[in-house]
C-alpha cells in the first residue's frame, strides 16, 4: 500500500506565493508517476501536473504552465509543487497521487491519494 499526504496549503493573496508538499510512504516501487490535481466547489477535479521519480520528467495542464514547478525528492520521497503568481481562479483543494500508467492526466488512472490540502488565493 501507498500512502500520500499532502500539507502546505493556506490562504495567499494574488501574485503570491505557495508551496505545496506530499510525502509517500509505503510500497512506491511501481508507482513512478506522481500527478497534483485540484478542485473547486462544484467543478471536476482537474489535472495540474505530473512527474516521474525515475527521471524526474514533467508535465503540466495549460493554466498553470509558467508559473507551477513540480520537482521530487527520491531520497525524502516527497513531491513539491512551487505555485508562483497565484490567481483567484487557483482557489482548491489540491491533492496529490500515485499511478504507475502512462495515462497520468486522468484522475481515474490513480489508484492512490493524499487527503487533500485547501489553497485560497483572495483578490
Known amino acids: 500500500q501507498v500512502q500520500l499526504a499532502e500539507s502546505g496549503g493556506g490562504l495567499v493573496q494574488a501574485g503570491g506565493s505557495l508551496r505545496l508538499s506530499c510525502a509517500a510512504s509505503g510500497r512506491t516501487l511501481s508507482t513512478d508517476f506522481m500527478g497534483w490535481f485540484r478542485q473547486a466547489p462544484g467543478k471536476e477535479r482537474e489535472f495540474v501536473g505530473a512527474v516521474t521519480w525515475s527521471r524526474g520528467s514533467t508535465d503540466y495542464a495549460d493554466a498553470v504552465k509558467g508559473r507551477f514547478t513540480i520537482s521530487r525528492d527520491n531520497a525524502k520521497n516527497t513531491v513539491y509543487l512551487q505555485m508562483n503568481s497565484l490567481k483567484p481562479e487557483d482557489t482548491a483543494v489540491y491533492y496529490c497521487?500515485?499511478?504507475?500508467?502512462?495515462?497520468?492526466?486522468?484522475?481515474?488512472?490513480?489508484?492512490?491519494w493524499g487527503q487533500g490540502t485547501q489553497v485560497t488565493v483572495s483578490s
Open positions: 497521487a500515485a499511478t504507475s500508467s502512462t495515462n497520468y492526466r486522468g484522475s481515474w488512472s490513480y489508484s492512490y
